[in-house]
């Protein structure tokens, strides 16, 4: 079937989204003006594939997942996700697609957890076998058999999660669409649920683009990353060379015995003082051991933590190099 074809089971090509606002300028007086929120994007996604699909606030990105769904339809350009066009056929493109927005939940909030699963069986139209086969399957793996009989609103961020992620499953999407899916969970509950959807994608072949501000993420779960800035795509490649595009580096947060000048160690610059801590940036490239042994033995040293790059700090970096460049 054409539509299954590996090479570009998502497609974009010079999609626009336009939107246009008006501001009130003084009295009776109002301005039109356009946001250009998607600008000429182009893109594709092979069958399989897990995408991370990145920027900072206000780049564009769920406004790119609004069309994808179609929820919003193009400005200009075209896209096909399974050789749909999204806008045009939104009901038959639903029960190819499984969508979880890590901020809202998708699930009923004063029913049980099972009741909202129910409710999906009849509106997506789920063979009965098959939504027990994948209802079974997916409360084993994601640990919810104690939590189904729960009203989504008693249940804990990660637990909501866990069940907003088997909701978005039930139907055997074909194509995940994930916003923020690890946004607020602890450390156990992220690498859980980043398990889960490795398996998911490894199992069945599901394709998948995740919206992210964790570079963890990124890093653990996508071989490439796609980077969008004021409605364009900046980098479309593996997250390796985003680092090196962005030329990033890391911080050392170095805690005292007590308050002291900046602290001068080689390949490394405090960039904070506060108090007795202080902030040291190193190259991402680096080991952080020589620099850790160093301080230890030259300044009283109380405690220390290293931080990475979040993605926003190495965009920054890009378009900061971009700018100068
Ligand atoms: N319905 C709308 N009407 C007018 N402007 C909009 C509308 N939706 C989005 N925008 C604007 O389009 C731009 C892109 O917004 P979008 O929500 O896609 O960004 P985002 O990358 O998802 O950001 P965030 O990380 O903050 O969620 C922003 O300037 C936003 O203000």
């Given at each position: 079937m054409a539509e299954d074809m590996g090479e570009g089971f998502i497609e974009l090509d010079r999609v626009e989204k336009v939107f246009e606002v008006r501001k009130?300028?003084?009295?009776?007086k109002r301005e039109r003006r356009e946001v250009r929120a998607v600008d000429s994007i182009s893109f594709r996604v092979a069958r399989g594939e897990m995408v991370g699909y990145i920027g900072p606030n206000g780049a564009g990105k769920s406004t790119t997942i609004k069309m994808l769904t179609g929820i919003l339809a193009p400005s200009g350009g075209s896209l096909r996700v399974a050789g749909i066009d999204p806008s045009r056929e939104r009901q038959r493109l639903a029960h190819r697609i499984g969508v979880v927005f890590g901020q809202r939940?998708?699930?009923?909030?004063?029913?049980?957890?099972i009741d909202s699963y129910k409710l999906m069986h009849r509106m997506y139209r789920i063979p009965d076998a098959r939504y027990r086969e994948n209802l079974d399957r997916l409360v084993e793996l994601l640990d919810l058999a104690d939590l189904l009989d729960v009203p989504v609103r008693q249940l804990s961020l990660g637990q909501r999660m866990r069940g907003d992620i088997a909701a978005a499953l039930l139907h055997d999407p074909d194509v995940l669409y994930l916003d923020?899916?690890?946004?607020?969970?602890d450390v156990i509950s992220k690498a859980r649920v980043r398990e889960f959807l490795r398996e998911v994608n490894a199992e069945r072949g599901t394709t998948v683009l995740l919206t992210t501000h964790d570079l963890q993420d990124i890093e653990q779960l996508c071989s490439r990353v796609m980077v969008i800035d004021h409605g364009r795509l900046m980098y479309d490649g593996p997250l390796a060379g985003l680092h090196e595009a962005g030329d990033s580096e890391r911080t050392l947060v170095v805690d005292l015995e007590r308050e002291l000048p900046p602290i001068e160690v080689p390949q490394a610059r405090v960039v904070k003082v506060e108090g007795p801590r202080q902030w040291l940036a190193f190259p991402a490239g680096a080991s952080a051991a020589p620099l850790v042994a160093r301080i230890a033995a030259e300044y009283p040293l109380v405690d220390l933590s290293v931080r990475e790059p979040d993605i926003e700090a190495v965009i920054a970096k890009m378009y900061a190099e971009k700018a100068t460049a």
């Open positions: 009130k300028t003084g009295f009776m939940t998708t699930l009923w909030w004063d029913l049980p957890l923020e899916p690890t946004i607020g969970l």
